[in-house]
Nanobody
Framework: QVQLVESGGGLVQPGGSLRLSCAAS????????MGWYRQAPGKQRELVAG???????NYADSVKGRFTISRDNAKNTVYLQMNSLKPEDTAVYYC????????????????WGQGTQVTVSS
């Protein structure tokens, strides 16, 4: 079907930067939306940033001005550029995509990546 492959997580110092990537592959006719979520231990999963087919973006208040979501439509890839990272940003980051898999059906399906660990610590 559709696979989401994430990369770019790791350990970074406070104030540093990191860029996450998520590439979608498989049976893709149209991507309706892509987004990044994060979950820290003992905390609820939250939306970090999202982008829809028109290019409109939205961000959690906690990351606004520091994170930027973007996409490369030709590569079916979404990115999350994270600047001025704080220890509070430490979490597992998950990529999500809503996909129409074929022109023969307008049905859409939701897929999740496996998650990538981001740790902000000195």
């Amino acid at each position: 079907q559709v696979q989401l492959v994430e990369s770019g997580g790791g350990l970074v110092q406070p104030g540093g930067s990191l860029r996450l990537s998520c590439a979608a592959s498989g049976s893709i006719f149209r991507i309706a939306s892509m987004g990044w979520y994060r979950q820290a231990p003992g905390k609820q999963r939250e939306l970090v940033a999202g982008i829809i087919s028109t290019g409109t973006t939205n961000y959690a208040d906690s990351v606004k001005g520091r994170f930027t979501i973007s996409r490369d439509n030709a590569k079916n890839t979404v990115y999350l550029q994270m600047n001025s990272l704080k220890p509070e940003d430490t979490a597992v980051y998950y990529c999500k995509s809503v996909v129409q898999t074929t022109s023969a059906s307008s049905a859409m399906y939701q897929y999740w990546g496996q998650g990538t660990q981001v740790t902000v610590s000195s």
